[in-house]
């Protein structure tokens, strides 16, 4: 207690400096979750089924995290139903003021964090490192921002890691990539609907959030006023609850960011094939695996240090070559028509193409 320093900065604004963090990152996990949506509702056209699926893993995650508020604030849960366009939860005790607020808060705030939360989870017992909580209390706002970076850097390195050197030959790591895959597909707020009846991007998930916090502010101070509790506890004990807390949402969120940019190049390389004839479209994901086979198998007789990291190396190399080369010869021609246009000569000598008259 005599050694802290109490001073606006380690009284006021140094619990802040962890909320500024979680929000870069949680905006950040945002816009590619934006980014994501275009690009499905730009393959929609041409693949249905895939984006009815997303969608349908998207609007379970929401239900699921609708309904864990509803358990939580104890209000019971009647009915639960989901299709690929809409979920529903009914509460058995229909609960207002602030029980409602919180089951709402988890309806709203929930997709972002609970399904990359379960992968958090699985990650810790299958990755096992990058785990770094700083031991020691900080005091001040340069501290919490510094040690709150280093621990993200510290994470992301390790997932990093990891990933480039997954053995997909080990059921473990390949169930956790079809996990981290499957996740990365549903962890947004909103969906893509069968018509855009009205847009729901970014910005209206934004303020859907905002007038949820604005539309109860006494509820809100009372949020604030528990971190703030929780802080100057951590801080006079010694203790690192207020970082510990803070950092794993960090890390959920950092999470979920890596899910969605590994699912994006699924969803690139699907937008990519439209462009080869349709016999030939699942060649580049038949080569996925075969080459990735075919490497390890090779690696059984010529020995390497890491075989794993070669082997996703020839499977992405085998795969991207297949592709450009698939659709510089065998690209489909979509402007193809199905008779040749003829022509008929005129009174001046010029030779033009005959249009069918409407009238």
């Known amino acids: 207690?005599?050694?802290?320093?109490?001073?606006?900065?380690?009284?006021?604004?140094?619990?802040?400096?962890?909320?500024?963090?979680?929000?870069?990152?949680?905006?950040?996990?945002?816009?590619?979750?934006?980014?994501?949506?275009?690009?499905?509702?730009?393959?929609?056209?041409?693949?249905?089924?895939?984006?009815?699926?997303?969608?349908?893993?998207?609007?379970l995650f929401q239900t699921i995290?609708?309904?864990?508020?509803?358990?939580?604030?104890?209000?019971?849960?009647?009915?639960?139903?989901?299709?690929?366009?809409?979920?529903?939860?009914?509460?058995?005790?229909?609960?207002?003021?602030?029980f409602a607020w919180i089951a709402n808060s988890f309806l709203l705030f929930g997709p972002f964090f609970i399904p990359a939360g379960l992968v958090l989870l699985c990650s810790y017992f299958i990755i096992g490192k990058g785990f770094l909580i700083q031991s020691s209390a900080p005091y001040t706002f340069v501290e919490y921002l510094?040690?709150?970076?280093?621990?993200?850097?510290?994470?992301?390195?390790?997932?990093?890691?990891?990933?480039?050197?997954?053995?997909?030959?080990n059921p473990l790591h390949l169930g956790f990539l079809i996990v981290l895959l499957f996740f990365g597909l549903g962890i947004r707020p909103s969906y893509i609907g069968e018509e855009r009846k009205v847009k729901i991007d970014m910005i209206y998930d934004l303020k859907n959030i905002k007038n949820h916090l604005i539309q109860k502010?006494?509820?809100?101070?009372?949020?604030?006023?528990i971190l703030y509790a929780l802080y100057f506890l951590s801080l006079f004990l010694q203790q690192t609850w207020y970082a510990t807390l803070f950092t794993i949402f960090g890390w959920i969120s950092l999470t979920a960011i890596i899910a969605l940019l590994l699912t994006f190049l699924v969803i690139l390389l699907i937008k990519t094939t439209d462009e080869i004839a349709q016999i030939w479209k699942a060649l580049p994901f038949i080569t996925l695996p075969a080459s990735y086979i075919i490497a390890r198998v090779l690696f059984m007789y010529y020995?390497?240090?890491?075989?794993?990291?070669?082997?996703?190396?020839?499977?992405?190399l085998c795969t991207l070559v297949v592709t450009i080369l698939l659709i510089k010869y065998k690209k489909t021609n979509r402007f193809k028509t199905a008779t040749k246009m003829k022509h008929m000569t005129v009174e001046d000598g010029k030779k033009r193409a005959s249009k069918k008259r409407t009238d």
């Open 146 to 169: 510094t040690n709150f970076g280093v621990s993200m850097s510290t994470f992301a390195e390790s997932f990093v890691r990891f990933l480039i050197r997954i053995d997909l030959f």
């Open 65 to 98: 995290c609708h309904a864990f508020g509803y358990t939580v604030t104890r209000s019971g849960i009647a009915q639960f139903h989901v299709t690929v366009h809409y979920g529903t939860v009914e509460p058995k005790k229909v609960k207002t003021g602030v």
């Open 1 to 59: 207690m005599a050694n802290i320093p109490l001073n606006f900065d380690v009284l006021l604004l140094a619990p802040l400096a962890l909320l500024l963090g979680i929000t870069a990152f949680w905006l950040l996990q945002l816009s590619f979750v934006e980014i994501q949506k275009r690009v499905l509702h730009k393959l929609r056209h041409r693949h249905e089924a895939f984006c009815r699926f997303t969608n349908f893993i998207g609007i």
């Open 303 to 316: 020995r390497s240090s890491q075989v794993e990291s070669v082997s996703l190396l020839v499977m992405m």
């Open 217 to 225: 502010p006494l509820y809100l101070l009372v949020f604030i006023l």
